[in-house]
């Protein structure tokens, strides 16, 4: 017989798999958000105490490490001083003007998880992450004049193609609008330089093309299981409830991302992304290069939705020919060749001629990028 575990123990346990994933959130922003890693650490230590934390945390202490937990915990806590409704808590939170003073940050959290527990909890529980950095268009907009370059010249064309980008995962579609951003790069300003949205791109080196061509889009389109309407105050106030409260470059960018959404709005489906894909790539379109892009989304798809989107993936690179090319170009997290860490790597196949390129590798927000094109196995 399987000797029995007292109840207790077992909820001890599954408290102590929670606290891991929360210090597993804090590892990532150890660096580049000392507010975010401070807050994190503290409530996985109230975690293993079975603190004000658990009460929040309840219900989600079975949460696969893909959904982030701790972000989500982040995110709510977050939102609430963003309503202005944790005025004690908001003083350590530069987004509100306030300055973080870390030694006396979770006495000042505490409180807030004991007032909004219910509350909280509903929230975690309900949300998924959402970062939607619009600064992974830098990325994308090299990416993509590297696409339509190498297409043109395997198709023998004289001038780019225009593009059908369609993304996967799009959350709420800032990254729809590449050709509408403005981006710096030392003393020359590509894109669009009218933009509400510009971007310091970081870049070291650059796309082995030229960058200065307009990109064309003729369409733009994007799912999500969760879309965001960015054009409604809710939707605003969820994505920048996922920025990380002591990154006040990110919330600009996010902030003159949104003012970008509303001048130029491209709705987001809600739709599973294999079905939604297979439907939009049907139909290959003569002088057209169809992108599918999707940038840190993996993580969060089923093996099952990860089988199936490369199969109908495989279906559309069957179909496409030289005049109506198909490339797929994702921003994503893998591991290096010594396994040790993950990079985000861009990366590009294109059909036909089975063309498969590394593009280059960056911060897992798109800022900075450093180039350095290599063939993709």
């Known amino acids: 017989m399987f000797p029995l575990v007292p109840h207790g123990e077992i909820r001890s346990t599954v408290r102590d798999v929670l606290a891991e994933l929360f210090l597993d959130a804090a590892a990532l ?12 650490v503290s409530a996985a230590e109230d975690l293993t105490r079975g603190g004000t934390t658990a009460k929040v945390m309840a219900g989600s202490e079975c949460d696969r490490k893909g959904s982030v937990p701790g972000l989500r915990f982040a995110s709510a806590l977050h939102r609430l001083v963003l309503e202005g409704r944790a005025p004690t808590l908001a003083k350590h939170y530069p987004t509100v003007g306030g300055e973080p003073h870390l030694p006396t940050l979770w ?9 909004h527990a219910d509350e909280l909890r509903a929230l975690i529980a309900s949300t998924v992450v959402q970062t939607n ?25 004289r001038t780019p193609f225009c593009v059908k980008l369609l993304e996967v995962g799009a959350s709420g579609g800032l990254n729809l609008r ?13 894109g669009d330089p009218g933009s509400p949205l510009v971007l310091d791109t970081g870049w070291t080196a650059r796309p082995p093309v030229d960058l200065t061509h307009s990109l064309r889009l003729v369409g733009r389109a994007g799912c999500d299981l969760n879309p965001v309407d960015v054009s409604t105050e809710e939707g605003r106030l969820h994505l920048s409830s996922f920025v990380w409260a002591d990154q006040l470059a990110r919330w600009d960018r996010l902030q003159a991302a949104l003012d970008l959404a509303v001048l130029d709005p491209v709705p987001v489906r809600r739709a599973a992304g294999p079905e939604w894909l297979a439907d939009q790539l049907a139909q290959p379109e003569r002088d057209v290069l169809t992108v599918v892009w999707h940038s840190v ?5 089923s093996p099952a939705d990860r089988a199936m989107g490369r199969a109908i993936l495989a279906d559309a690179a069957a179909r496409a020919t030289p ?25 590009l ?5 089975g063309v498969s390129l590394r593009l280059g590798a960056g911060a897992g927000h798109g800022i900075p990028f450093e180039w350095n094109t290599q063939p993709w196995a």
Request: glycine fraction near 6%; include cysteine; hydrophobic fraction near 40%.
């Open 29 to 40: 922003c150890r660096d580049r958000s000392p507010l975010t890693h401070t807050l994190l």
């Open 107 to 115: 006495a000042d959290a505490l409180p807030v998880l004991d007032e």
């Open 133 to 157: 950095e619009p600064g992974r268009s830098a990325p994308l907009f090299g990416g993509l004049h590297t696409a339509t370059h190498l297409a043109a010249e395997a198709a023998g064309r």
């Open 178 to 190: 590449p050709h509408r951003v403005a981006y710096r790069f030392g003393d020359t300003v590509l």
């Open 297 to 301: 989304v993996w993580q969060y798809a």
């Open 323 to 347: 005049m109506a090319p198909l490339a797929l170009l994702v921003f994503e997290p893998r591991r290096t060749h010594d396994q040790t860490r993950y990079e985000f790597q861009l990366l």
């Open 349 to 353: 196949k294109l059909w036909p001629g």
